[in-house]
T-cell receptor, first 115, second 116 residues
């Protein structure tokens, strides 16, 4: 099956710093990528939808200046958590939608811990 | 608006017994339904999906799910549970599979615990 690579899998940073998470579709082109956030023992909450070459669409309540999303190519989307704070600590998961079939494939997730 | 309900936070079953993880949905138009499994600190693994056709869908690892339109349900089942099936299971729905607005809405998840 198609593979989505997410990096880093774990990151620990100090409060106030910015962290970038990469999401790559390794063997398919992803016109659209989705970013989810998951709190412990909770469901995945959709944060934003990004389309290659255009601005991301953020879900209600998600700060677009806090969570910067870039989708510069059909195989790469990045999520940057700016000026991270402890409450941003969470598990972030990306998903790519294959351009040819419309199927969704998920990354392995990135656990962010902000000290 | 679309939504998914997983009424059970946790399901406990003995190894070898059949298991059911419940899911009901609400969507305008035709529903596209999915089941995913998540192991600790891992991403989601696809189990199966219902798009159209036969109401009984067979998926990975011996799992299956039955689409019931009248009850708006899509329960996940397996005839004989394994300890290794213990994980967090998510039901998800989309109103536009493959389309430009294809985004999944997830249920709250059900933790399956299979006792040896």
């Amino acid at each position: 099956g198609a593979v989505v690579s997410q990096h880093p899998s774990r990151v620990i940073c100090k409060s106030g710093t910015s962290v970038k998470i990469e999401c790559r579709s390794l063997d398919f082109q992803a016109t659209t990528m989705f970013w989810y956030r998951q709190f412990p023992k909770q469901s995945l909450m959709l944060m934003a939808t990004s389309n290659e070459g255009s601005k991301a669409t953020y879900e209600q309540g998600v700060e677009k200046d806090k969570f910067l999303i870039n989708h510069a190519s059909l195989t790469l989307s990045t999520l940057t958590v700016t000026s991270a704070h402890p409450e941003d600590s969470s598990f972030y998961i990306c998903s790519g939608r294959a351009s040819n079939t419309g199927e969704l494939f998920f990354g392995e997730g990135s656990r962010l811990t902000v000290l | 608006a679309q939504s998914v309900a997983q009424p059970e936070d946790q399901v406990n079953v003995a190894e070898g017994n059949p298991l059911t993880v419940k899911c009901t949905y609400s969507v305008s138009g035709n529903p596209y339904l999915f089941w995913y499994v998540q192991y600790p600190n891992r991403g989601l693994q696809f189990l199966l999906k219902y798009i159209t056709g036969d109401n009984l869908v067979k998926g990975s690892y011996g799992f299956e799910a039955e689409f019931n339109k009248s009850q708006t349900s899509f329960h996940l089942k397996k005839p004989s549970a394994l300890v290794s099936d213990s994980a967090l299971y998510f039901c998800a729905v989309s109103s536009n599979y493959g389309g430009a607005t294809n985004k999944l809405i997830f249920g709250t998840g059900t933790l399956l615990a299979v006792q040896p």
